[in-house]
């Protein structure tokens, strides 16, 4: 095999103009090191950003740490305005309803738990609660999956 000299030169000159944008890419002396970065713990470090969004990662956020513990179900419940959340609360825990113990987000209720769908005029104030059943259980309403029979909102008259 002999030595082609047009593949020697273009072979080359790839090499040579490969390096080219290797080394334009090299910080120069003169360059400085950015003040400030975009995003500080999660959080877009620029003025006028909101401070607490879901974006931020739940280790610098309690809200996100407490939304992480939600179950799935249940975070449409939480995204309520305080009027919905009081209009859920007013408008059943009046309404017969069975008599259940005191209940957090996620319990499973027993099947001796009488469950009431929840009345056409709630559905209209606050359409989030359609398919959904409740139960009062001394002063808080339990809205309910029926499927499940997992609590997924708990009202009372402090929230």
């Given amino acids: 095999m002999g030595s082609d000299p047009v593949r020697t030169i273009a072979i080359a000159a790839a090499f040579v103009l490969g390096l080219t944008p290797a080394l334009a890419q090299q910080p120069s002396e003169t360059a400085k090191p950015q003040d400030s970065a975009a995003l500080i713990n999660g959080a877009l470090a620029v003025p006028g950003a909101a401070t607490d969004t879901d974006t931020i990662p739940a280790k610098f956020s309690e809200k996100n740490a407490a939304d992480d513990r939600l179950i799935i179900v249940a975070y449409t419940f939480k995204l309520l305005n305080p009027e919905q959340r009081s209009a859920i609360y007013q408008a059943l825990k009046g309404q017969p309803g069975g008599t259940a113990f005191k209940a957090d987000i996620g319990t499973e209720l027993p099947l001796a738990i009488e469950l009431r769908a929840v009345p056409d005029e709630m559905i209209v104030r606050v359409p989030q609660t359609k398919g959904y059943q409740?139960?009062?259980?001394?002063?808080?309403?339990?809205?309910?999956?029926?499927?499940?029979?997992?609590?997924?909102?708990?009202?009372?008259?402090?929230?």
């Fill in 134 to 159: 409740y139960t009062v259980a001394g002063n808080q309403v339990l809205l309910v999956s029926p499927p499940t029979r997992i609590v997924v909102g708990v009202f009372s008259d402090t929230n």
